[in-house]
């Protein structure tokens, strides 16, 4: 493996090997290295913009404000005020003089014809560079209209996107032990890190209403105002996107004391493992949600591994590449490939942390490559150097697969297709098939070699 593709990025690559597993990540990007990793503000936004019944305003210039309007799935069940953008639009005599009149003004006009349940203001690079006092401005619209008025502190240089994660978990844990949970069920759950991309939240919720638990908040795939107010009523936080997440289950946990379990929903064997590490959590207090946990994956399994079986027979051999924004998908993936007979070459991610990567390297086979916050001059390299016949990635590397004549499924938050739960596994494991056997590849050279034949 060249690792001295750019002088900088050694120590964020490393190959699973005889030598000891060492990589460093977390980190700001090299400078030049046309990396995929984004700024706070983006990191807020990710997270916060699936709460379908509130208002994201964004305080600052115009060009902040392309990063808003429909940035991903975030399929809504009902409100769909997500959608809409807007934006103070900063110009230069605002810069000068301060934009909190018009942050103001603008609040003022946007609650009043949209009636939202509560409002996200969300700081950009000026507005930290210029002062505006946007938790004074905030407050007078809180009480003016009555509804929680949340400013973000999302000023883009203060750090990457994972900074921009807890930035929007903070803002959330303003809203949460807010409403009244006497209602709620002993065996109770919210759903932490999903963002309902493809109407994947809808498939984990109808798994566990049918083992008898309760969901009281999705955090924040359809997410509602209403829900996270009252969400420290639930026993406890399942975590699927940690990066994204965590902090405000941490949060939660030392406030309300609510615990946490880190589950995946992607690929049979995590998805499995999710039902039954929450049966087994709740199974004092109802002894037959563990045997109801286990007729549910009994059922779909029967549904889903005939379907495998075919898709395995001619998929058997070939090998995947990784890289997609949050870690937790890396594990999992690993787990389903194999399941496909397939065998992963490389595997990264945007924003993983050392623990992540310890884990993603105990899953991986002998000669895996495992980069951090890697860039398009690498993922060429590693495609040509492992000889990949998948790349699993998002748009911004779908380009780089079919310029190498390599299949490319997008696994990040422009897809349209659900890839989680035991009919995800099925959905993925189609597209898959259909992407590696397709028979245009017959006619594509796949490397340097064979191009100038």
């Known amino acids: 493996m060249d690792t001295g593709l750019l002088k900088g990025r050694e120590r964020q690559i490393h190959e699973k090997g005889d030598k000891p597993f060492e990589i460093e990540c977390d980190k700001g990007s090299l400078s030049g290295a046309v990396s995929q990793r984004a700024c706070v503000f983006c990191g807020s936004r990710v997270v916060l913009y699936p709460i379908a019944d509130a208002l994201h305003l964004v305080h600052g210039p115009i060009g902040c404000a392309s990063y808003t309007w429909d940035i991903r799935g975030a399929l809504s069940s009902g409100p769909q005020l997500h959608r809409l953008s807007f934006s103070t639009d900063l110009r230069e005599k605002d810069v000068i003089f301060g934009g909190e009149i018009k942050l103001e003004q603008a609040l003022n006009e946007l609650i009043e014809l949209h009636s939202p349940k509560a409002a996200f203001v969300y700081s950009t690079c000026i507005v930290g560079i210029i002062g505006d006092d946007l938790e004074a401005v905030a407050k007078r619209a809180s009480e003016k209209y009555g509804i929680p008025v949340i400013p973000v502190q999302s000023e883009g240089f203060k750090g990457n996107k994972r900074a921009g994660y807890n930035a929007a978990c903070r803002a959330m844990g303003r809203l949460v032990g807010t409403s009244d949970t006497s209602a709620i069920s002993p065996v109770s759950v919210n759903i932490l890190g999903d963002f309902n991309l493809a109407g994947e939240i809808w498939?984990?919720?109808?798994?566990?209403?049918?083992?008898?638990?309760?969901?009281?908040?999705?955090?924040?795939?359809?997410?509602?105002?209403?829900?996270?107010?009252?969400?420290?009523?639930?026993?406890?936080?399942?975590?699927q996107c940690s990066g994204s997440t965590m902090d405000l289950a941490r949060m939660m946990d030392d406030k309300y004391g609510t615990p946490t379990l880190r589950v995946s929903y992607f690929g049979v064997e995590d998805m499995a493992q999710a039902l039954y590490d929450v049966a087994d959590f709740f199974k004092d207090q109802d002894p037959g949600i563990v045997e109801r946990a286990a007729a549910l994956v009994r059922e779909e399994l029967e549904l889903l591994m005939p379907k495998?079986?075919?898709?395995?027979?001619?998929?058997?051999?070939?090998?995947?590449?990784?890289?997609?924004?949050?870690?937790?998908?890396?594990?999992?993936?690993?787990?389903?490939?194999?399941?496909?007979?397939?065998?992963?070459?490389?595997?990264?991610?945007?924003?993983?942390?050392?623990?992540?990567?310890?884990?993603?390297?105990?899953?991986?086979?002998?000669?895996?490559?495992?980069?951090?916050?890697?860039?398009?001059?690498?993922?060429?390299?590693?495609?040509?150097?492992?000889?990949?016949?998948?790349?699993v990635g998002?748009?911004?590397?779908?380009?780089?697969?079919?310029?190498?004549?390599?299949?490319?499924?997008?696994?990040?938050?422009?897809?349209?297709?659900a890839l989680e739960g035991f009919v995800g596994m099925a959905n993925f494991a189609e597209e898959i098939h259909r992407t590696v056997m397709s028979p245009v590849w017959r006619f594509v050279p796949r490397n340097e070699e064979s191009s100038g034949e």
Request: aromatic share 6%.
């Open 203 to 239: 498939i984990i919720r109808e798994y566990l209403e049918r083992m008898g638990v309760e969901v009281v908040a999705n955090i924040t795939g359809d997410g509602r105002v209403g829900d996270l107010m009252r969400a420290h009523g639930a026993a406890v936080n399942l975590v």
């Open 308 to 391: 495998l079986e075919r898709y395995r027979r001619d998929l058997n051999g070939k090998r995947a590449a990784l890289y997609v924004g949050g870690a937790f998908k890396a594990f999992s993936l690993v787990k389903a490939f194999r399941l496909l007979g397939m065998k992963v070459v490389m595997a990264g991610s945007q924003t993983g942390t050392r623990e992540d990567y310890e884990e993603l390297h105990a899953v991986t086979d002998e000669g895996t490559i495992i980069v951090d916050d890697t860039n398009p001059l690498e993922l060429v390299q590693f495609i040509k150097e492992k000889k990949v016949d998948v790349l």
């Open 394 to 417: 998002g748009v911004k590397e779908r380009p780089i697969a079919y310029k190498l004549g390599v299949g490319f499924c997008d696994h990040n938050h422009e897809r349209k297709e």
